[in-house]
């Protein structure tokens, strides 16, 4: 019996349809599906995929919880660089809960920072602002100059 135990244990620990990818996951995962967001498990953070949202990678990071998305750059981007950069610090003067930046790769990377622990209200604000940036990038005249 106690071998049997051992192994029950052992099997709940390593099975992936019991934890998610990082403890507290699950209270993140309601929230966005809760949303209309579909969420999928990634080894460390969720995926989550909305109609109207940009999709985001959300992990744990720093004593709260990074969301991001990113974007390809078009030619104009890497040809216009100063109007690039003019680009991205409107986009970041005008952004609540976001940054935008480009990575090493020439991406576009936009994320915002939780911090703390999960609420539900706190999170719900935080979401809510941090999806400003879809009527932010929507509303620029020139995203899709530089943005793919």
Do not use: C
């Not at 966005?32 to 990634?42: H, P, R, T």
């Not at 939780?114 to 935080?126: A, E, N, S």
């Not at 509303?139 to 899709?144: E, H, K, M, P, R």
């Amino acid at each position: 019996m106690r071998a049997f135990t051992l192994f029950a244990f052992l099997a709940l620990l390593v099975s992936p349809a019991l934890a998610g990818p990082f403890a507290g996951s699950d209270a993140y995962k309601e929230h966005f599906e809760f949303l209309g967001y579909s969420v999928q498990d990634g080894e460390t953070s969720l995926i989550a995929k909305h109609d109207t949202y940009y999709n985001v990678s959300v992990k744990p990071y720093k004593g709260g919880m990074l969301v991001v998305t990113f974007f390809g750059t078009t030619d104009k981007a890497k040809n216009d660089r100063v109007g690039f950069f003019q680009f991205l610090n409107g986009m970041n003067a005008e952004a609540v809960a976001a940054r935008y930046y480009e990575d090493s790769d020439g991406d576009v990377i936009v994320e915002g920072w939780y911090p703390g622990d999960y609420d539900r209200t706190r999170f719900g604000v935080f979401l809510e602002n941090f999806n400003g940036i879809t009527d932010q990038l929507g509303g620029s005249d020139v995203a899709g100059q530089y943005l793919e």
